[in-house]
């Protein structure tokens, strides 16, 4: 079964002209997740032999970047990039190839296997990280982010850090995926730009009412909701969800 399904990508991508069968993995991401649209600039980490590249260029028509320690060859319209994702020359020059900011930063980075599991599981999760840092630094505010994550005991980690930064988070294995893979792909949903994160904890007065009866302090300009709370309060509150434009926070105590 494994084996006819890999045969059937790789016969797929050869008559379709991909480089890779792992092209139709971020299709079929795409497909559920739309994280690449129209006119969307792209970030692709960890991107050699370039089938990613090649469906990105598709998808959003726009500026692609492509990134990896190999030479990746030319893909027609992305700008292709040798270097180290854990470097912050790296980081650099994506950066100036983008021109701005990225709306979408992809990584299907992964490392040379070992046949060790900590090892191969320690390093996949590094380049997770390193991903995860690249996105926070290149994406707009609203901007979407998918990566490898390989399953193994950091995998609940490195998913706190990035609930800590998008709206959503989702978990996919797309079809195309070997089903004896310990892969699964991570989609963050709106970068998060509020200067508070879950779990955080201030001293603030509530300022105001909101229009459902809770209170509203303001934490560097940025709204933050308190339930059973009245102007004129003092209290210490916990962050709780983070969306776009405000946040939520429950009472720990009144002050
Ligand atoms: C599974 S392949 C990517 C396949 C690609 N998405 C495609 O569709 O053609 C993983 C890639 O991650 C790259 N990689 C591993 N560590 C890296 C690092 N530190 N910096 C940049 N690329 C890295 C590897 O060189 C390899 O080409």
Redesign the pocket.
């Known amino acids: 079964m494994a084996r006819d399904q890999r045969d059937y990508y790789y016969r797929k991508a050869k008559e379709e002209g ?6 139709y ?2 299709k079929q991401i795409n497909a559920k997740f739309h994280i690449i649209r129209k006119g969307s600039k792209v970030v ?12 990105a260029r598709e998808l959003s028509g726009g500026i692609v970047v492509g ?4 030479r ?1 060859e030319p893909v027609e319209g992305a700008v292709t990039i040798q ?5 912050d020359e ?1 980081l650099e020059q994506i950066a100036a190839a983008l021109g701005g900011q990225a709306d979408v930063v ?7 296997l070992t046949g060790i599991w900590d090892v191969d599981h320690a ?1 996949s999760i ?2 997770s990280r ?1 991903a995860l840092r690249i996105a926070k630094r290149l994406l707009r505010p609203g901007g979407s982010f998918l990566v ?1 994550v390989f399953q193994g005991d950091m995998f609940d980690d490195y998913i706190e850090e990035v609930k800590r930064e998008f709206t959503s988070v989702h978990f996919y294995t797309p079809p195309a995926s070997r089903k004896e893979s310990a892969e699964i792909y991570v989609i963050g949903k709106k970068l998060l730009s509020a200067p508070v994160r879950p779990g955080e904890v201030y001293e603030v007065t509530i300022e105001s009412t909101g229009r459902t009866g809770d209170g509203i302090a303001m934490i560097r300009g940025f709204a933050v909701i308190v339930k059973n709370a009245s102007p004129g309060e003092r209290l210490k509150i916990k962050i709780g969800a983070v969306k776009q434009r405000f946040a939520f926070a429950s009472i720990v105590e009144r002050i």
């Open positions: 991909y480089r890779a069968r792992s092209a993995k971020l692709d980490l960890g991107a050699a032999p370039g089938g990613w590249l090649q469906v990134v990896d320690l190999e990746i270097g180290d994702i854990t470097k790296t992809i990584s299907d980075a992964a490392p040379n390093r590094d380049l390193a490898k």
